[in-house]
């Protein structure tokens, strides 16, 4: 794992940790800037990383960090070397229990202006439409939220009831992290309805904490043969009762149904 550590000038500088020697630290979530303009572990091994537009995220983790007595810092973008397909697999098989160790975990909403009377702008975020985004809000036990201009929302337990209406996800779910495995699995794929990743496999590969699974990854396989290989790996893990297999066969199907209404994969 590599960590961003909060310099006392407030620059950054990357820090790899190994084994149990994790510092406590606070985690990013957020959606990716367009036309290149999210900062890349590259972008900081070069000095390049202030020009971009994303940049403006890392230093608001880091203040806010900086004011909850938190040192160290986890973001996506630029705490993984998305060159190395190793480290991605790694980082892609663990990214459940990064988020769910992680002290804190700030949602930057950038969509989002400073808060108003209501919420409403909170509910419409893009930030509700990512694939990613599911295991960042399920995983951590302190999830907060914050405004473009980086004014705190409210957390996951302040806005559970605005969170569960527009996610359909149970309040029970929100308030405990550590218990999803009590939920089916039909339930748990309910979740991700109106969610979308940009590369297609990441729609499978996206869910490996919620289930609870490992996979390879294999770009390049496509969406519905990664959803194949995730049902198949569920399957096993779970050792579901023939009802359970059914129901979860629904589920995956409804998931990869192609967007054209085309006929279903023969599963």
Not at 136 to 142: H, I, K, Y
Not at 243 to 258: D, N, P, S, V, W
Request: hydrophobic share 40%.
């Amino acid at each position: 794992m590599r960590l961003l550590k909060i310099n006392p000038d407030s620059s950054f500088s990357l820090t790899s940790v190994v084994g149990n020697k994790i510092p406590r630290y606070a985690i990013l979530s957020h959606t990716w800037e367009i036309d290149n303009q999210e900062v890349t572990f590259r972008d900081l091994v070069d000095g390049l990383g202030e020009s971009k537009v994303g940049y403006k995220k890392i230093r608001f983790c880091g203040e806010q960090a900086t004011m909850d007595g938190i040192q160290y810092i986890w973001v996506d973008s630029c705490c993984i070397d998305q060159s190395s397909s190793a480290e991605l697999a790694e980082a892609i098989n663990s990214m459940f229990r990064w988020y769910r160790n992680a002290v804190k975990c700030y949602v930057y909403l950038s969509d989002v202006p400073n808060a108003d009377i209501d919420l409403r702008a909170f509910c419409q975020s893009r930030w509700f439409t990512r694939g990613w985004t599911l295991q960042e809000l399920l995983a951590p036990r302190s999830v907060e939220f914050f405004s473009r201009e980086g004014q705190k929302l409210g957390d996951k337990q302040s806005l559970e009831l605005e969170i569960h209406h527009r996610t359909g996800i149970p309040v029970l779910a929100l308030q405990h992290p550590g218990g999803l495995t009590q939920f089916s699995v039909e339930e748990r794929m309910a979740w991700t309805t109106g969610r979308e990743t940009t590369i297609e496999e990441d729609q499978a590969y996206c869910l490996l904490g919620i289930f609870d699974v490992h996979l390879p990854l294999i770009y390049g396989e496509g969406r519905e043969h990664a959803l194949r290989r995730l049902r198949k790996e569920i399957f096993t893990e779970h050792a579901m009762s023939s009802k359970g297999i059914e129901t979860a066969l629904f589920a995956i199907r409804k998931l990869i149904r192609c967007s054209n209404s085309e006929m279903l994969l023969d599963l």
